[in-house]
């Protein structure tokens, strides 16, 4: 019986990660192979999800908690992929405020199911956006230092580190990201690669074929400080149906509420770490990003529709209170929808902040 190749990518929350999933799954289909996928949230109604399926894609998703404390449920989704799609790849995506996965994810992987699966190298994608700022250590980064010390820890644990959008940055930011990391995480490869433009992807498909002994990186970490850090974090999800009478642009909608959101969350200085906005009806859908309160609201997957009629699914990850970035999210709707003459009934919102990460497992060791 062949193995399952598993990759498991990791970064902050923004990083990336959805884009660089797809554009992985595109090139393994491409070259004849199944591909599946397991995304991961503290809660229900993830937008990468739906953005993944929507594209195509055979997706799973593990809610409730990160990889490390659903160990046994990760298993489980795998295990439906390969009875439904046998896939011959799986690639699995982890809540972006969650570290310590060598030690929780991939050893528990290579020792209790090395005959099951053959693990990729552990990738990390580095988000510029927060990493320059938390690198030079800027107090001004936007986050307390202990929600910066899951972003480092994070980096600690990578067998590579990527470097992600570099067709946004200047040559000078991507030269500074690169010489900060090497002094960091001395003798760790630092890939230059966009996800969105495809840029570098190449060394990125030849590191993941890589066999040898990674995944083997034990962190040496304050789970305290990680609990603390990532419960620094307001996290939601809502979800609605939104109706008018007259036909609107979804994507318009959609950068709207995002732009709405991050106006007013900018004059009570709370830092987003990741808003994603997903829009669907009858086929067709749209995603609109924010992957820090300094940087552009974007349309990542554009639909290029009018409609009269979508469902409508919010993600905010925002270091604020979870009650009080709830106000912001129904009050940004509310206007959205008004100014279209549409019509939003009561989400279904889910807003909390992270629970202590409690894994199933933990190696002190690398097998």
Same mark, same amino acid.
């Given at each position: &019986?062949?193995?399952?190749?598993?990759? &498991?990518?990791? +970064?902050?929350?923004?990083?990336?990660?959805?884009?660089? &999933?797809?554009?992985?799954?595109?090139?393994?289909?491409?070259?004849?192979?199944?591909?599946?996928?397991?995304?991961?949230?503290?809660?229900?109604?993830?937008?990468?999800?739906?953005?993944?399926?929507?594209?195509?894609?055979?997706?799973?998703?593990?809610?409730?908690? #990160?990889?490390? #404390?659903?160990?046994?449920?990760?298993?489980?989704?795998?295990?439906?992929?390969?009875?439904?799609?046998?896939?011959?790849?799986?690639?699995?995506?982890?809540?972006?405020? #969650?570290?310590?996965?060598?030690?929780?994810?991939?050893?528990?992987?290579?020792?209790?199911?090395?005959?099951?699966?053959?693990?990729?190298?552990?990738?990390?994608?580095?988000?510029?956006?927060?990493?320059?700022?938390?690198? $030079?250590?800027?107090?001004?980064?936007?986050?307390?230092?202990?929600?910066?010390?899951?972003?480092?820890?994070?980096?600690?644990?990578?067998?590579?580190?990527?470097?992600?959008?570099?067709?946004?940055?200047?040559?000078?930011?991507?030269?500074?990201?690169?010489?900060?990391?090497?002094?960091?995480?001395?003798?760790?490869?630092?890939?230059?690669?966009?996800?969105?433009?495809?840029?570098?992807?190449?060394?990125?498909?030849?590191?993941?074929?890589?066999?040898?002994?990674?995944?083997?990186?034990?962190?040496?970490?304050?789970?305290?400080?990680?609990?603390? +850090?990532?419960?620094?974090?307001?996290?939601?999800?809502?979800? &609605? $149906?939104?109706?008018?009478?007259?036909?609107?642009?979804?994507?318009?909608?959609?950068?709207?509420?995002?732009?709405?959101?991050?106006?007013?969350?900018?004059? !009570?200085?709370?830092?987003?770490?990741?808003?994603?906005?997903?829009?669907?009806?009858? +086929?067709?859908?749209?995603?609109?990003?924010?992957?820090?309160?300094?940087?552009?609201?974007?349309?990542?997957?554009?639909?290029?529709?009018?409609?009269?009629?979508?469902?409508?699914?919010?993600?905010?990850?925002?270091?604020?209170?979870?009650?009080?970035? $709830?106000?912001? !999210?129904?009050?940004? !709707?509310? *206007?959205? #929808?008004? *100014?279209? +003459?549409?019509?939003?009934?009561?989400?279904?919102?889910?807003?909390?902040?992270?629970?202590?990460?409690?894994?199933?497992?933990?190696? *002190?060791?690398?097998?």
């Amino acid at each position: &019986m062949s193995t399952i190749r598993f990759i &498991m990518l990791g +970064g902050f929350l923004g990083a990336g990660k959805t884009t660089t &999933m797809a554009r992985l799954a595109k090139h393994f289909a491409s070259q004849g192979k199944r591909v599946g996928i397991v995304t991961n949230d503290q809660a229900e109604d993830l937008v990468d999800t739906h953005s993944l399926r929507e594209q195509g894609f055979s997706v799973a998703e593990v809610a409730g908690a #990160c990889f490390c #404390c659903k160990f046994d449920d990760l298993l489980d989704k795998v295990g439906s992929l390969e009875s439904d799609k046998h896939p011959d790849v799986i690639l699995a995506e982890p809540v972006g405020s #969650c570290t310590d996965l060598v030690a929780t994810v991939v050893q528990p992987l290579k020792d209790l199911y090395g005959k099951r699966f053959s693990v990729a190298p552990y990738a990390v994608l580095f988000k510029p956006s927060h990493g320059l700022k938390i690198l $030079r250590n800027d107090p001004r980064s936007g986050f307390s230092p202990k929600a910066a010390y899951i972003f480092r820890k994070q980096l600690e644990e990578a067998d590579a580190i990527l470097l992600n959008r570099v067709d946004e940055l200047q040559p000078a930011q991507i030269d500074e990201i690169a010489s900060l990391v090497a002094k960091e995480y001395p003798g760790v490869p630092v890939l230059r690669v966009s996800a969105k433009a495809g840029d570098g992807f190449e060394a990125v498909h030849a590191l993941l074929d890589q066999q040898g002994a990674f995944g083997s990186k034990i962190l040496d970490i304050d789970y305290d400080t990680y609990a603390e +850090g990532e419960a620094e974090l307001g996290w939601l999800n809502s979800s &609605m $149906r939104v109706s008018a009478t007259n036909a609107f642009s979804l994507d318009r909608l959609l950068l709207d509420v995002v732009t709405s959101l991050q106006t007013s969350l900018r004059t !009570v200085g709370a830092e987003v770490a990741h808003l994603k906005a997903i829009g669907l009806w009858e +086929g067709f859908f749209g995603v609109a990003n924010l992957v820090s309160s300094d940087t552009e609201p974007t349309l990542s997957l554009p639909s290029r529709c009018e409609v009269k009629e979508a469902d409508l699914i919010i993600n905010a990850r925002v270091a604020i209170d979870p009650a009080v970035l $709830r106000e912001h !999210v129904a009050n940004a !709707v509310k *206007a959205v #929808c008004a *100014a279209r +003459g549409a019509n939003a009934p009561e989400a279904k919102t889910q807003s909390f902040r992270p629970g202590r990460p409690t894994p199933t497992h933990r190696y *002190a060791a690398s097998k």
